[in-house]
């Protein structure tokens, strides 16, 4: 069911040409919010995703190709977003890249490309959109963590610090945004079936004899009591929920979205 409390509203969403940030970029578009897509991909398949977008839900969908390890290019993202539509209301921090290996054999290069990425890129793009969204009074800033904002896992130095650094700065943002109508919150999944992700199921299901399903089912119970991934559908309707009047006091929360991974 379709609402459309976000009518007139504009959702920049970084690195939502695929997986998650697709899903929320259409659950903000289900409730009548213009979209500002980035990411990399098919130009004509993206064309595609704004095409579909618009007529899906009668919204403006329009897309930049921002380099999230860039600044540049993320201040030209932000003042394309602000030439389109006025400002950004709702600012969805998205843009991920992982890369696994123990610490004394991490590639500097790709520390830097991770930290740049999934932690940097987000003080850029909320510093950008802060003043808008405080001369209007009102404002979302939702930033895709990580169970690994809260928790850490082997091999996995750069992410981990990086999502812990979201983390820390989304109270920061909460805090100084408290008197305002501005609020920043972050969302931390757990395992989400992404590309990336069914990759490491096959992978696990052509090592172990496994059928798909039993291999996602292994894989991801090691971690998620559940034995279920979350879905781009129910992280977009955390989005939503973040997005809405209800959440007003929400501020500055690390909210977990992980089958129980970090309840144990």
Known sequence: MQNTFLRGKTA?????????????????????????LNGFGDANEIKALQTELTKEYGVTCVHHSADMSKPVEIAAMMEFAAQQFGSVDILVNNAGIQHTETIENFPVEQWDAIIAINLSSTFHTTRLALPAMQAKNWGRI????????LVGSVQKSAYVAAKHGIVGLTKVTGLEMAHTGVTCNAICPGWVLTPLVQKQVDARAARDGLSNEEAKKDLVSEKQ???????????????????SDAASQVRGAAWNMDGGWTAQ
Do not use: C, M
């Open 12 to 36: 920049l969403i970084t690195g939502s040409t695929s997986g998650i940030g697709l899903g929320i970029a259409r659950a903000l578009a289900q409730q009548g919010a213009h979209i500002v």
């Open 142 to 149: 939702i930033n895709i963590a990580s169970v690994h904002g």
């Open 225 to 243: 009591p559940s034995g279920e991934f979350v879905t781009p559908e129910q992280l977009g309707a955390l989005v939503v929920f973040l997005s």
